[in-house]
Structure formats: C-alpha cells, structure tokens
C-alpha cells in the first residue's frame, strides 16, 4: 500500500527508493551538519524550537524564503535528491526532470540535492513561514 507522499511523488513522474532506517539516520545527520552548523553553535542544539527549519526561520542560517525561494528551487539543474519530513518516519532518495512542489501538504518536508549542495524546506506554516531555499557555503568563502 503506497502511502500519500508516494502517491504524490509517483504523480509527479518521481522515481523514488525508500531509505533504511541507517540510511536516513545519516542522510539527516549529513543534513543538519550542512544546514544547522550556526544553529549548533548559537543554541547549543542542532534543531532550534523543535523544528529543524527554524534555522532558517529564525535567521541563524541563511536562506531566501517564499516565492523567490521556490522558483529557486525549481531551476536548479535536474540531479538525484532526498527528501524527509520532520519527524524523520520517512525519506527517500528521489530522480525526476522537475523538482515537485510540496507547499499544499501543510507538512514540514526537506528536499536536499543528493550532496547536500542545496536544500529546499516546506514547512507547515506557509506562506507566513517558508518555503526556504539555501545553498551550502564553502566554509573556505570561496
């Protein structure tokens, strides 16, 4: 029985494989060492007030945000991709010509291209907070 987000992600001609627990384990960790590094050094924490978007949302990572931060996202060249949602039940690793919108599902889901170069983050609180794009900075400033 596929489950709504599968459903979605088939209609949007997605190819999708699901994580095992190990694998999505360390695809969130490789996200939060690429996404939350000045969340962790300001609060302590890697997930700031419960959600790991508030990085973004409270402005200790840098990101665009809204309209500008989706067409961002979608124009950026087709490669392999995860996604994951919030409470980490599910992620997959994902390849389709078009990167799908995820703002009517009122749920918090991460995209990330397959080596963390950029990510793309729903979040349940649109369009008064996200979607947010971000880009990895090269810790050199190069």
Not at 18 to 36: I, P, Q, T
Not at 54 to 71: P, V
Not at 104 to 129: C, L, R, S
Not at 131 to 136: E, I, R, S, T, V
């Amino acid at each position: 029985m596929m489950t709504q987000i599968e459903e979605f992600l088939k209609s949007q001609a997605v190819e999708l494989e699901r994580h095992s627990v190990v694998e999505r384990e360390d695809m969130v960790r490789r996200w939060l060492g690429a996404y939350a590094q000045n969340v962790k050094r300001e609060t302590g924490s890697w997930i700031h007030n419960g959600f790991k978007w508030h990085g973004f949302s409270w402005k200790y990572e840098q990101a665009i945000e809204g309209e500008i931060a989706l067409r961002e996202y979608q124009n950026q060249w087709p490669a392999p991709y995860v996604i994951f949602d919030e409470e980490e039940t599910w992620s997959y690793r994902c390849t389709s010509e078009k990167y799908p919108d995820f703002s009517a599902f009122g749920a918090d889901i991460y995209v990330a291209h397959h080596n963390m170069k950029w990510t793309m983050v729903f979040t349940h609180e649109q369009p008064h907070d996200g979607p947010y794009f971000a880009k990895l900075r090269c810790k050199d400033g190069i």
